[in-house]
Every structure is written in structure tokens, then in C-alpha cells.
């Protein structure tokens, strides 16, 4: 608990007593208690399969309670299921409250909009389409509560803007709530049919089938995920000095995508493919990666084949996509001096751009055997410098603007390397950015 900031902690109490004062009338409220039941029970049983990593995926529930009772009984469906649902962060006990409290806020505020809009009278009447404007209004009620409640808790919790904590939360969340709204629709629908309950539960089927597709997708990443930390794992042991370095330019990588407006699964590449620049480093005696003095010619021909050895090692990893272009051209620049092929201005792919200027902005800001760090500012003075001849400006000034925005603050997964038994003798910096091993 003494981690939560207390701003955050007066949230989630006013929170809390917001969702205490929904339920006050309930002993009073004429409902269907059995109906009240079966939901609060469905939703339950859906969370406890689904939650942390799908959570919401049984909205629908919730928001047939919604159209289907009123509005302190339909707040009282989430609560079981928020309650004891799983929870992988602590505090359990803070996090199990505020989600109850959120989802109670938003499923109360969604009912009672609904029927003051008359949507309970359509729902028994099937009354279409008539039946869609309070139902879409009161899935509209039910997603601004929560992203509301979200925005301002992040705001609590970070000390951020609250208006930065809401920026784009709406725009995320209203398609799938929308879909789920429909989902709920119908379940409250055939529920008031002559068909009954057990109508409406066959609507479930589908969101099992779609969780199910989810869970598989979720697999899939999550070994799309384990190739990529094996590889760089093993690129790290082979080139200790380096160790962190590949996360840290996919980190850049990320920066630049987004600054330049890139979509999610685009940003998600150059990731991929700042991670995994320097995988060919495996093909390269250790040696050579681990030489403290000056490399001869002809070694550093040796591992100016790096991008080349990468390219090999990754060209049969099919998710990767254009990924895989940024490995086997980072090291090219704009002015066609670069290696392997001596690409020039727009024949570089894009990825290899972006990456390009990523890794020489992390080789100057960390220490290597043969360089101290430069400051960040000091970093990104030279890369404006060699812009347009080494590094694309577009790209650079894209990274000059994240980082004046969000600051340079990597974050760096891979474990730290064993000390090594003497410090390695000092080497002048390279003359040009980029000109790293």
C-alpha cells in the first residue's frame, strides 16, 4: 500500500463510496433476483477464466444486466466478478476495489441512462430499431465512465496531465464496447423473448470462441516474444560490453515510429527490427567483438559482415516482415558511403533508416571498451550534424523531438554482466556517430 501514491488512494476511496451510494437503494428496488443472480454469476466465472490478460472480454454480461434491470441491481452484477477476479500487481486488495467500483459506477450510470431513455420498455418489446439508440447511449454512457475513472487514476498515480492520461483512451476503447454493447443487446433481448434465458446464454458461445482466438493469438506473441529474447540473449553473452544495447535501440526504434505517426503494428516492427539490428554479431569471432585495442583493416572488414550474417539468421522468421531489411541495411547511409551495399537516400528501406540513427544514438549515450558515454544533448547535436549525410533528417529530427517531449529513459530488461576481472584499457571515440562495433 505504501507504494500507491495517496493521491491515488483518495481516488480509489471516492471511487469506492460512489459505487456504495449506487447500491444504497437496492433493498428497495423491485427486480428479478434470480436474473440478478445468473449474471452476477456468469460474470464471475467469465473474469476468473479471462482476467488479467482478457479482462473485459465479458462485458456483455454486464451490460445485458444493464438493459435488462435496474440500475443499483445491474451495479451489483460486476461486483462478484470484480472482487474475485485474479490480480497480478499489488496492492490485490486496492486494485479488487477500484475495479469493483469502476465497473459498478459505469454498469449504474449506463442503466440508468438506458431507461430514462425508455430502453427497458423497447428491450420487452423487442421493439427495433428503435431499441438501438438507448442501448448505443448507454454503451456511450458506459464507456466514458470508464475511461473517465481510468484517466483520472493514471493522472493520480503518475502525476501526469489528466488530459494526457485520457488522450486516445476514448477513441481505444469505444469500438470494442461497441461490439460488446451489441452483444449485450441481444442477450437482453432474446432474455425478454418467449425463448427465455437459456436463449440468451447461447449468445455466449461466440465470445467464447473469440476469447479462445484471442488466448491462441496471445500464445503465438508470447513465442514471437521468447525467439526474439533468445536471440538477443545470445548476441549479449557473445558481446558482453554491448549487453542491454539492442533493447535500448529498440526503444529509440519505437520513439521514432510513433514521432513520425506510424500505426501500432508498424511501431511494433521497429521494435522488432532496433532488438534485433545487431543479431549477426553471432557470426563474428568473439575476439573481435571483445578486442580493446584499434581493429585492423581487415578485421573490421570482418565485422562489417555483420549485417549480412543477420539478414541469414533471420530471413526464415516470417513474422518479422520488413524487420528483417533494417538488419541487413542499418549500417548504409544516406550519402552512399555505408556497408554492406553502399545504398544511397531513398533506396535505404525506411526500417533501416530509422534504426540507423536509433543504434548511433545509443552508441554515443553508453559507455563501450573503446568510448564514454556523451551527454544526451551532446548526442543529438552530432546526429543533426550528419544528417542528410549519414543519417536521414527526417528520422533525426523525429528522435530530437521525442526525446526533448519524453526524455531518454530506457529501460533495459537483459540481466547485468558479470564484473569483468580488470576495467579494459581506454580507446579513443570513434570520429563519426555510428562508427561502433
Keep these: 500500500m505504501e507504494a500507491v501514491p495517496v493521491r491515488a488512494r483518495v481516488c480509489v476511496a471516492v471511487a469506492v463510496a460512489g459505487a456504495v451510494l449506487c447500491l444504497l437503494p437496492l433493498p428497495s428496488v423491485r427486480t428479478s433476483w434470480w436474473a440478478l443472480a445468473l449474471l452476477a454469476a456468469l460474470y464471475a466465472a467469465g473474469e476468473r477464466v479471462a482476467r488479467p490478460r482478457f479482462a473485459g ?36 486488495l486496492l486494485r479488487r476495489l477500484w475495479r469493483a467500483s469502476q465497473l459498478a459506477l459505469g454498469v449504474w450510470a449506463a442503466a440508468r441512462v438506458h431507461t430514462a431513455l425508455g430502453g427497458r420498455d423497447a428491450v420487452a418489446a423487442s421493439d427495433f430499431p ?16 470508464l475511461v473517465v475513472l481510468d484517466g483520472g487514476i493514471r493522472a493520480c498515480a503518475d502525476r501526469a496531465p489528466a488530459r494526457r492520461a485520457w488522450r486516445g483512451l476514448f477513441l481505444r476503447s469505444l469500438g470494442p464496447l461497441a461490439v460488446h454493447g451489441l452483444a449485450g ?5 432474446l432474455w425478454r423473448s418467449r425463448y427465455g434465458p437459456v436463449a440468451a446464454l447461447l449468445v455466449l458461445l461466440p465470445m467464447c470462441v473469440s476469447w479462445w482466438v484471442f488466448a491462441q493469438y496471445h500464445r503465438q506473441r508470447a513465442a514471437h516474444q521468447a525467439t526474439i529474447r533468445a536471440l538477443v540473449q545470445a548476441v549479449d553473452i557473445k558481446d558482453g560490453y554491448t549487453r542491454g544495447h539492442s533493447e535500448r535501440v529498440g526503444q529509440a526504434s519505437m520513439m521514432i515510429a510513433r514521432e513520425l505517426g506510424m500505426d501500432d503494428e508498424r511501431v511494433e516492427v521497429l521494435r522488432f527490427a532496433g532488438i534485433l539490428h545487431d543479431v549477426g554479431k553471432l557470426g563474428v569471432p568473439t575476439r573481435l567483438l571483445r578486442k580493446d585495442g584499434p581493429l585492423t583493416p581487415e578485421e573490421r572488414r570482418v565485422i562489417e559482415l555483420h549485417p549480412e550474417y543477420g539478414h541469414d539468421i533471420v ?56 568510448s564514454r558515454a556523451r551527454p544526451v544533448p551532446a548526442a543529438l547535436a552530432e546526429l543533426e550534424r550528419c544528417a542528410g549525410a549519414q543519417f536521414d533528417p527526417r528520422m533525426v529530427e523525429a528522435l530530437v523531438r521525442a526525446v526533448a517531449r519524453q526524455g531518454w529513459h530506457p529501460s533495459v530488461t537483459a540481466e547485468e554482466p558479470p564484473p569483468p576481472p580488470a576495467p579494459p584499457s581506454p580507446r579513443p571515440a570513434p570520429t563519426r556517430p555510428g562508427a561502433h562495433r
Excluded at 454486464?62 to 434491470?69: E, K, T
Excluded at 428503435?130 to 465512465?145: I, S
Excluded at 516482415?321 to 549500417?331: K, N
Design 57 to 92: 472480454t465479458f462485458y456483455p454480461v454486464l451490460l445485458a444486466g444493464a438493459f435488462l434491470l435496474p440500475a443499483p441491481a445491474a451495479a451489483l452484477v460486476a461486483l462478484p466478478g470484480a472482487l474475485l477476479a485474479p490480480v497480478e500487481q499489488r496492492p490485490v
Design 130 to 145: 428503435y431499441v438501438l439508440g438507448p442501448a448505443g447511449a448507454a454503451v456511450l454512457t458506459f464507456c466514458l465512465v
Design 185 to 189: 443487446l441481444m442477450m437482453a433481448v
Design 315 to 370: 530471413r526464415g522468421i516470417s513474422f518479422l516482415g520488413e524487420a528483417r531489411s533494417a538488419v541487413l541495411h542499418h549500417h548504409e547511409r544516406i550519402d552512399g558511403s555505408g556497408y554492406p551495399y553502399g545504398l544511397r537516400g531513398g533506396q535505404i528501406p525506411e526500417p533501416a533508416r530509422v534504426v540507423a540513427v536509433a543504434d548511433a544514438f545509443d552508441a554515443m549515450t553508453s559507455t563501450r571498451s573503446y
